[in-house]
């Protein structure tokens, strides 16, 4: 997971913690980076974009999130997490410069 996404699941974190509790952030976060694991397992779900993206996949999460994923032969990227309908398709046809972290 690259450092922009870090960066966002924190900034993700402060806005929960602030409207529900830290508790609840915890959760909410842990939750989805489980999910970020899982994704070794069957990497090839969600909807395809090879329309924005070369092997990119987006996933919904939870009822507010979808999960950008570029996903190769031996190995899974997260390269997006956006949370209350932000716009992916603008900021995902840039592609991310390989190699990207997992």
Do not use: C
Request: net charge negative; charged share 20%.
């Amino acid at each position: 997971m690259d450092e922009a996404v870090q960066t966002k699941l924190a900034l993700q974190w402060d806005y929960i913690a602030q409207h529900a509790g830290a508790s609840v952030a915890d959760r909410y976060i842990t939750s989805l980076l489980d999910y970020f694991r899982g994704l070794a397992t069957f990497p090839r779900r969600g909807h395809p974009r090879p329309d924005i993206l070369p092997g990119l996949h987006v996933i919904g999460f939870g009822h507010s999130a979808n999960i950008a994923i570029v996903v190769e032969p031996d190995d899974v990227y997260v390269v997006g997490v956006y949370f209350g309908g932000e716009d992916y398709e603008s900021t995902l046809h840039e592609p991310p410069a390989p190699p990207y972290a997992p």
